[in-house]
């Protein structure tokens, strides 16, 4: 069962939200928030597996509780997946929610039964953004790289300069296990290992920083 903390100021969405998720036998939601200040303080205490996060709230934005959750986690590993949902296709605060963690974008008109799947793949670290935004984040992101993206990518071994190349083309752990002749379990872990060296929380800053140091521009 996959727990799932909602956290929306709006009574209504929250209550949408809620429904969608619980209609599923997989899922459900162990707590909801309406504001930022508690989604942290529920998160804290329920220990939710993802977070449904909404990106503008009071007390706290969705932005500021994703980085106080996944930087002060009190608890034993792994830390919750946050799916942030915004209402435009960029909006102004995605760039600092990637940043600070989030492992998933989405549009608040998705379907439901993405929603749910958005859940599900987050849960097995994968990343879910918005088809219509994701291009337009990753150019965002090319026009102005962190410091120091290249001198990271000079730790990883070649395997897992193979491997975060994929990750970067949007392949699946399956997708990659298929391609390098590797055990899912295997690409997982060389991922963790790659995101350690990079000093990424998840797949979408490791893949962006991959784009950022033009290693898809360069020849095989």
Same mark, same amino acid.
């Given at each position: 069962?996959?727990? #799932?903390?909602?956290?929306?100021?709006? @009574?209504?969405?929250?209550?949408?939200?809620?429904?969608? &998720?619980?209609?599923?036998?997989?899922?459900? #939601?162990?707590?909801?928030?309406?504001?930022?200040? *508690?989604? #942290?303080?529920?998160?804290?205490?329920?220990?939710?597996?993802?977070?449904?996060?909404? &990106?503008?709230?009071?007390?706290?934005?969705?932005?500021?509780? %994703? @980085?106080? &959750?996944?930087?002060?986690?009190?608890?034993?590993?792994?830390?919750?997946?946050?799916?942030?949902? %915004?209402?435009?296709?960029?909006?102004?605060?995605?760039?600092? $929610?990637?940043?600070?963690?989030?492992?998933?974008?989405?549009?608040?008109?998705?379907?439901?039964?993405?929603? /749910?799947? $958005?859940?599900?793949?987050?849960?097995?670290?994968? $990343?879910?953004?918005?088809?219509?935004?994701?291009?337009?984040?990753?150019?965002?992101?090319?026009?102005?790289?962190?410091?120091?993206?290249?001198?990271?990518?000079?730790?990883? +071994?070649?395997? @897992?300069?193979?491997?975060?190349?994929?990750?970067?083309?949007?392949?699946?752990?399956?997708?990659?296990?298929? @391609?390098?002749?590797?055990?899912? /379990?295997? #690409?997982?872990?060389?991922?963790?290992?790659?995101?350690?060296?990079?000093?990424? +929380?998840?797949?979408? *800053?490791?893949?962006?920083?991959?784009?950022?140091?033009?290693?898809?521009?360069?020849?095989?």
């Amino acid at each position: 069962m996959i727990r #799932v903390l909602i956290a929306d100021d709006q @009574e209504m969405v929250r209550s949408a939200l809620r429904m969608v &998720v619980d209609r599923h036998d997989d899922l459900r #939601v162990v707590a909801v928030a309406a504001d930022g200040e *508690q989604a #942290v303080a529920a998160t804290f205490a329920h220990r939710p597996d993802v977070i449904v996060m909404d &990106v503008r709230m009071p007390r706290a934005t969705g932005v500021e509780a %994703t @980085e106080r &959750v996944l930087r002060q986690w009190p608890h034993p590993e792994p830390r919750p997946r946050v799916i942030v949902l %915004t209402t435009f296709d960029l909006d102004e605060y995605v760039h600092s $929610a990637l940043r600070a963690g989030a492992s998933g974008f989405l549009l608040k008109n998705t379907s439901p039964d993405h929603l /749910a799947d $958005a859940i599900r793949t987050v849960v097995r670290g994968e $990343a879910m953004l918005a088809p219509s935004v994701t291009q337009r984040l990753i150019r965002s992101f090319i026009a102005t790289p962190p410091p120091g993206a290249d001198d990271r990518l000079e730790l990883l +071994t070649r395997r @897992e300069m193979d491997v975060l190349l994929l990750v970067a083309e949007g392949m699946s752990n399956a997708e990659i296990g298929a @391609e390098l002749g590797l055990t899912a /379990a295997t #690409v997982k872990s060389r991922l963790n290992r790659i995101f350690a060296r990079l000093g990424a +929380t998840n797949r979408v *800053q490791a893949a962006l920083l991959a784009h950022n140091a033009g290693l898809l521009d360069r020849p095989g």
